[in-house]
C-alpha cells in the first residue's frame, strides 16, 4: 500500500476536536439480562424498502453470543480450522465474529485481540462524507486536486490500482470510489488533507458515536487498537441503514461490493457471490521483545441466498502470503458451514 504512514500521520493530526454524543444508543443499547433471563432476541425489518443490499432495521432485541447454541458447531469447526492454522500457517493470532444478520445470531472468537485496522479505516472516511452529504450536498460535488505519487512498487500485493492523475482535479465522490474499490492510499490521502470542518466533525463523532475506538484517542505508534467486534459494527448499521440514510446506505455497501481485492473472503466463497468487504494490510514493526509481524484482515457481508452473514476475520503472523490463505480457508469453512446450517433447517 502507497505510503500508508503519510495517510496514519494526516488523519492522526487532523483528527484532533472532541467527539460528540449522538446516535450509539442505537447499537449499544443492549437490554439488560439476569442470570435467569436469556434473550435470544427479536429483530423486525423493513421488507419494502426497495434496496437490494440493505434491510433496514424497525426494531430489535439482541441476546448474548450464548443465547445462540446452534452456532457452536459452526464455532468448534472454525476453531479447529484456526489451530490447524497456527500449527502449519506460520500464524500467531486469529480472531472472527461472525453474525447472522437478519436472525442476529452471532459469535466471536478471540474477541478481545486488538489489531491495526490499516486500510479498514477508509470505510470511516467514506461514511464521513457521505453523512455530511445528506445535510450539504454539495461537499460530494466538489471538485479537488489528486494528490498522487506514482510507484507501482508500493501498491499492495496482487493489486492493480488504476491511478489516477496527479494534479488533476476529481470529485470528493470520484475520489470515494477509487478508494474504495482500489483501496487506493492516494485517494484517502487526497479526501483527508480535504476534509472541511463539517466532515472532520462528523468523522470525529461517529467513534462515539457507534461506540468503537477512534484513531485520535491512540498513540500514532499503537498500531493495534480494534476488534473484530468493534469494527463489525460498521457493517451492522450499513446493512440496517440505522446511520446512514437507506439509499445512502445501499451506496456505500454497492461500492464495498465492487472491491477489487478478491483473495480474502471472497475467494472462499462460490463464485459470483456478492460479497460487500474491506480488506487491510499492515506491518507491525519489531520492538526490543518482539520480531516483525504482518497482519492481514478482511471484513464484510457474505449475502448468502435470504440468509446474508456478517463475517469479519483479523489475522497476525509471520507473512502476508500465509494469513492470505488463513483468510480463504476460514472464510471457505464458515461459508460450507452456514451453508449445512441453513439446510439443516428447511
Same mark, same amino acid.
Given at each position: 500500500?502507497?505510503?500508508? #504512514?503519510?495517510?496514519?500521520?494526516?488523519?492522526?493530526?487532523?483528527?484532533?476536536?472532541?467527539?460528540?454524543?449522538?446516535?450509539?444508543?442505537?447499537?449499544?443499547?443492549?437490554?439488560?439480562?439476569?442470570?435467569?433471563?436469556?434473550?435470544?432476541?427479536?429483530?423486525?425489518?423493513?421488507?419494502?424498502?426497495?434496496?437490494?443490499?440493505?434491510?433496514?432495521?424497525?426494531?430489535?432485541?439482541?441476546?448474548?453470543?450464548?443465547?445462540?447454541?446452534?452456532?457452536?458447531?459452526?464455532?468448534?469447526?472454525?476453531? @479447529?480450522?484456526?489451530?490447524?492454522?497456527?500449527?502449519?500457517?506460520?500464524?500467531?493470532?486469529?480472531?472472527?465474529?461472525?453474525?447472522?444478520?437478519?436472525?442476529?445470531?452471532?459469535?466471536?472468537?478471540?474477541?478481545?485481540?486488538?489489531?491495526?485496522?490499516?486500510?479498514?479505516?477508509?470505510?470511516?472516511?467514506?461514511?464521513?462524507?457521505?453523512?455530511?452529504?445528506?445535510?450539504?450536498?454539495?461537499?460530494?460535488?466538489?471538485?479537488?486536486?489528486?494528490?498522487?505519487?506514482?510507484?507501482?512498487?508500493?501498491?499492495?500485493?496482487?493489486?492493480?490500482?488504476?491511478?489516477?492523475?496527479?494534479?488533476?482535479?476529481?470529485?470528493?465522490?470520484?475520489?470515494?470510489?477509487?478508494?474504495?474499490?482500489?483501496?487506493?492510499?492516494?485517494?484517502?490521502?487526497?479526501?483527508?488533507?480535504?476534509?472541511?470542518?463539517?466532515?472532520?466533525?462528523?468523522?470525529?463523532?461517529?467513534?462515539?458515536?457507534?461506540?468503537?475506538?477512534?484513531?485520535?484517542?491512540?498513540?500514532?505508534?499503537?498500531?493495534?487498537?480494534? #476488534?473484530?467486534?468493534?469494527?463489525?459494527?460498521?457493517?451492522?448499521?450499513?446493512?440496517?441503514?440505522?446511520?446512514?440514510?437507506?439509499?445512502?446506505?445501499?451506496?456505500?455497501?454497492?461500492?464495498?461490493?465492487?472491491?477489487?481485492?478478491?483473495?480474502?473472503?471472497?475467494?472462499?466463497?462460490?463464485?459470483?457471490?456478492?460479497?460487500?468487504?474491506?480488506?487491510?494490510?499492515?506491518?507491525?514493526?519489531?520492538?526490543?521483545?518482539?520480531?516483525?509481524?504482518?497482519?492481514?484482515?478482511?471484513?464484510?457481508?457474505?449475502?448468502?441466498?435470504?440468509?446474508?452473514?456478517?463475517?469479519?476475520?483479523?489475522?497476525?503472523?509471520?507473512?502476508?502470503?500465509?494469513?492470505?490463505?488463513?483468510?480463504?480457508?476460514?472464510?471457505?469453512?464458515?461459508? @460450507?458451514?452456514?451453508?449445512?446450517?441453513?439446510?439443516?433447517?428447511?
Amino acid at each position: 500500500m502507497k505510503h500508508a #504512514s503519510r495517510w496514519h500521520a494526516a488523519l492522526f493530526a487532523g483528527v484532533l476536536l472532541c467527539a460528540g454524543i449522538g446516535v450509539g444508543w442505537l447499537v449499544r443499547g443492549l437490554p439488560f439480562f439476569t442470570p435467569v433471563q436469556v434473550l435470544r432476541g427479536s429483530l423486525v425489518r423493513d421488507n419494502n424498502s426497495g434496496y437490494s443490499l440493505i434491510s433496514p432495521l424497525l426494531s430489535c432485541e439482541v441476546g448474548p453470543e450464548t443465547a445462540f447454541p446452534e452456532l457452536a458447531p459452526i464455532k468448534a469447526k472454525l476453531e @479447529q480450522t484456526i489451530a490447524a492454522e497456527e500449527n502449519t500457517n506460520n500464524t500467531n493470532s486469529v480472531s472472527i465474529y461472525l453474525r447472522t444478520l437478519k436472525g442476529g445470531r452471532w459469535f466471536e472468537i478471540n474477541g478481545s485481540e486488538r489489531y491495526a485496522p490499516a486500510s479498514m479505516l477508509k470505510v470511516f472516511v467514506m461514511l464521513a462524507y457521505y453523512k455530511e452529504a445528506e445535510e450539504n450536498p454539495w461537499v460530494l460535488d466538489q471538485s479537488v486536486s489528486f494528490e498522487g505519487t506514482r510507484n507501482t512498487a508500493d501498491d499492495t500485493p496482487g493489486e492493480v490500482i488504476p491511478h489516477f492523475t496527479n494534479g488533476a482535479s476529481y470529485t470528493t465522490d470520484a475520489l470515494i470510489r477509487q478508494m474504495i474499490i482500489y483501496s487506493d492510499n492516494d485517494a484517502l490521502n487526497t479526501l483527508v488533507d480535504h476534509f472541511d470542518p463539517s466532515t472532520l466533525s462528523v468523522f470525529n463523532d461517529m467513534f462515539t458515536e457507534l461506540n468503537i475506538t477512534p484513531p485520535r484517542a491512540v498513540k500514532e505508534q499503537s498500531f493495534d487498537f480494534m #476488534s473484530v467486534s468493534e469494527y463489525s459494527i460498521v457493517y451492522r448499521v450499513l446493512f440496517s441503514a440505522t446511520y446512514l440514510s437507506e439509499a445512502d446506505s445501499q451506496k456505500a455497501l454497492d461500492l464495498l461490493s465492487q472491491a477489487q481485492y478478491t483473495q480474502g473472503i471472497v475467494a472462499g466463497v462460490p463464485a459470483r457471490t456478492t460479497v460487500a468487504h474491506k480488506f487491510g494490510v499492515a506491518t507491525i514493526p519489531a520492538t526490543a521483545t518482539s520480531t516483525a509481524q504482518d497482519e492481514l484482515h478482511d471484513c464484510g457481508i457474505i449475502y448468502y441466498p435470504d440468509h446474508p452473514y456478517l463475517l469479519c476475520i483479523m489475522t497476525r503472523g509471520g507473512d502476508f502470503a500465509s494469513l492470505q490463505q488463513d483468510l480463504q480457508d476460514l472464510s471457505k469453512t464458515t461459508y @460450507q458451514q452456514i451453508d449445512a446450517f441453513y439446510k439443516s433447517q428447511k
